[in-house]
């Protein structure tokens, strides 16, 4: 790759030459035009009349800029670049609007998104454009466990008559009029899901309503419970060779099982999410793991080949590493052993093309039996730890004064195995600072034993998700170590992780929440990124508990760094840490290429990059603080093409 590359830029290298030499006249300017033409030398397109904030390490601006071969050739101003175009070059108005990098989401899932998306929110659709009835999700609602149980019921009977027998169906549950309301009333009912909790939802009662077809139940939260019946078990069992539970069913299930032998299908289903979600936002790279679905590597190498993917793609390799014993909530952690595969897995991060590439190894939900804190509860803080998912849901949480023995936490060996195999790791759940605490034990131990050295963790450049909640303390040991954490945002508020942390421990310290400016005043460089579905669909199709004011708008989660308030409750959390505008664009561009090991390519708009960059209708950087909500990404474009188009642009 690196051969080619250089190649590349001495051939354009060579070309420009003759564009920028002196202009011949009459014959042999004619001759020279037609060389340049035969060579295809000239920019493929240019952009004109635009405010283009490059994200250099200048914070340069620009009025045009030349893209050929999907890279940039030249910057500069509009008379400069106009002068360049030849006779089929595109040109690119930007009528005075603001342009900035592709936006980069280091942290969002969009295959997962799009199950509930297109199989719920869009059944109808999905289950005609892909001729297939199974290929719907239907919803069980109510305002009581019992009206939510009967509608169950009906759903199932009513299914099982309509498909037959050996036909999947899939029934969310949801109740209330929110997500907050639906977790308390819809966990419960799970087995086992809640400490003490009622647990209707086992495998026998799901075996009793459908005893000739595969049965799968969710919570509509995509974090929460699931269960599924002994024909799903058989199923999978069958299909995929292990049980897949929680987030990997809902993946494995769709992916690996309905469109199994359907490849075509399937990557139309993913690049219609891609455009519909992504791309219209702004996004032109993202990053996850596979969630237990590493067919869907198939689906986008598909889409690559043929030139159909709209969007970059840094991948981890990984996914939840349960054993899949039970296929229930102890199949989505991180406790499987790894050590063996590690070891001989190799170092390939930064390999690959330039819309695919690995970026190192992921153990998402490591974190089990590692949170903890040393703040003080409130009085009247309930204690609702050790139930379901407890690191990820909150509550009161174990002190970090009582030692914990690392060695016996499979998710902690599995994340060291890597490292000590000479991985690149990341993509780390943080919800508490217990989380960090272990971390910078492990990497203080590497570097104690002459393993690694400081540079060498520092080049590592370890990503730490989600980080709702961080010790000030903590701050300048993850930027020494180079640590870049991810932020989402809407994980400080609600009734769960930072939003559940505050509640029971108080406002005293909101100065925990999310401290995104302290580390980079530390010297780090946190990132931006969302974890959400970006599409307004119904509550009920959710897939976090966002505010409705973000539905579907990647600019109000923005918005969010540099105000710090919540529209959900107008509160403003941690107001010391807002964001300055250049800064927080940084986070959301050029540190986020640094994050997925791309920043020679990705990230900001320099010649030599790849030409990814959006057109906003109003100026990010100069507009109220509180209108940033407002802004609409009007183009997208990808390597020099035109991936979205608003229609009023």
Known sequence: ??????????????????????????????????????????????????????????????????????????????????????????????????????????????????????????????????????????????????????????????????????????????????????????????????????????REFLDTLAPNNPLLVFASEAIGPEAHNTKAQEEMMKILGFEAGGLNARSAVPYDIFFRGRLEDAADFVKRELLTCLVPQGITTFSNHYYGTPSIMKVFRQLYERGELPVRWGWWEGTLWGNQLRGRADSIGDNGDMRFFYRNLGDFRGIGNDYIWNVGVSNEAWETGLSCTAAKPLKTAADVSGGFMMDIVGGLRPDCSVPVDYDQLGGYRNVQAALESGLRIGFLHAYSEGTYEALLHMLDQEIASGRMTLDQVRALRISTEHNPIMRPDEVKRLARYNIMPGFNGYQVQGDIKGGGFLKAYGEQYMNWIAPMKSLVDAGAHPV??????????????????????????????????????????????????????????????????????????????????????????????????????????????????????????
């Open 528 to 649: 931006f990124n969302t974890d959400s579905h970006l599409h307004k669909v119904p509550i009920w199709s959710k897939d976090m508990d966002y505010p409705a004011e973000w539905d579907g708008n990647i600019w109000a989660y923005i918005e969010f760094f540099v105000t710090r308030r919540m529209p959900s409750d107008s509160v403003t959390y941690n107001a010391e840490e807002r964001m300055d505008r250049n800064t927080m664009m940084k986070s959301a561009t050029i540190w986020g290429a640094e994050q997925l090991l791309n920043e020679k390519n990705i990230g900001s708009l320099e010649v030599g990059k790849l030409a990814d960059f959006i057109v906003l209708d109003k100026d990010f950087f100069t507009i109220p603080e509180d209108q940033i909500h407002t802004i609409k990404t009007l183009l997208t474009v990808v390597g020099g093409k035109t991936v979205y188009k608003d229609p009023n642009y």
């Open 1 to 202: 790759m690196k051969r080619i590359g250089l190649l590349s830029l001495a051939l354009s290298s060579c070309i420009w030459v003759l564009i920028l030499a002196p202009p011949a006249r009459g014959q042999r300017g004619t001759d020279e035009a037609r060389k340049l033409e035969r060579l295809n030398a000239y920019p493929d397109v240019i952009v004109v009349n635009g405010k283009i904030h490059t994200m250099d390490a200048r914070l340069s601006q620009v009025q045009g800029m030349a893209i050929r071969n999907h890279r940039i050739i030249a910057l500069g101003t509009d008379d400069e670049i106009r002068q360049l175009a030849g006779p089929r070059t595109e040109v690119l108005d930007a009528i005075g609007r603001t342009i900035t990098p592709g936006l980069i989401d280091s942290h969002t899932h969009p295959h997962v998104w799009a199950v509930e998306h297109w199989l719920g929110a869009e059944g109808d659709f999905s289950a005609q454009k892909y001729r297939d009835p199974q290929m719907q999700i239907f919803y069980a609602k109510g305002n009581d466990p019992v009206e939510i149980l009967r509608s169950v019921e009906r759903i199932v009977l009513e299914r099982s008559k309509s498909l037959g027998p050996g036909k999947w169906i899939w029934v969310a549950l949801f109740g209330g009029s929110n997500i907050s309301e639906s977790r308390k009333l819809v966990w419960p009912l799970f087995q086992p899901a809640v400490e003490g909790a009622i647990g209707t939802i086992s």
